[in-house]
């Protein structure tokens, strides 16, 4: 990577990689894991744009997940519509 684009994307490479370890960190309190997840730095050398792979997971992972979410959606929903 030049060092025009090392500038360039430093805070973007600090996101990427602040946005992954909170999500580990989140995922693992409530039990679920993305055994797989990580920021793509190659894709970000070539690019710029530093993307987060999700990866693979095995099928409870994911019904854990989409239940974890659900929750927080209608938690999230039931605060707004109070306001």
Known sequence: MGAVLNRATAEQR???A???EDLAAVLALADAKLPSLEVDWDYGRLTGAYLVNLGSARTDTILRITDLLRKGLRHERGR???D
């Open 14 to 16: 600090r996101e990427a």
């Open 18 to 20: 602040s946005a992954v």
């Open 80 to 82: 707004t519509d109070g």
